[in-house]
């Protein structure tokens, strides 16, 4: 199974940016990033195809957020601009070894990091 680790969260003021960053310890297919905030199910914040063509994104981070990948490192990102206090969650990366195509739910992915946290003060 594929290995994830997440990196990038913070502690970042309303209107800030962050980078966050998930490096994956073999080849994946379609990627995404999940992020569950306390008390809340976890939901789909962006997602991108193998290719890196075709990509997702939540109707609350269209615009802000931008998700890409590097599959010559295994590694795929989230830049995430103006950011909302709202935004404040646990990010999770995940792959899917089944699917090059855009996944945008749990039960399509295969492999998951253990999550980064993200904190947008007010």
């Known amino acids: 199974q594929v290995q994830l680790v997440e990196s990038g969260g913070g502690l970042v003021q309303a209107g800030g940016s962050l980078r966050l960053s998930c490096a994956a310890s073999?080849?994946?297919?379609?990627m995404g990033w999940f992020r569950q905030a306390p008390g809340k199910e976890r939901e789909i914040a962006a997602a991108?195809?193998?290719?890196?063509?075709?990509?997702y994104y939540a109707d609350s981070v269209k615009g802000r957020f931008t998700i890409s990948r590097d599959n010559a490192k295994n590694t795929v990102y989230l830049q995430m601009n103006s950011l909302k206090p709202e935004d404040t969650a646990s990010y999770y990366c995940?792959?899917?070894?089944?699917?090059?195509?855009?996944?945008?739910?749990?039960?399509?992915?295969?492999?998951w990091g253990q999550g980064t946290q993200v904190t947008v003060s007010s």
């Open positions: 995940a792959a899917s070894v089944r699917t090059t195509y855009v996944r945008t739910t749990i039960r399509d992915y295969d492999s």
């Open positions: 991108i195809s193998w290719s890196g063509v075709d990509t």
């Open positions: 073999g080849t994946t297919y379609a």
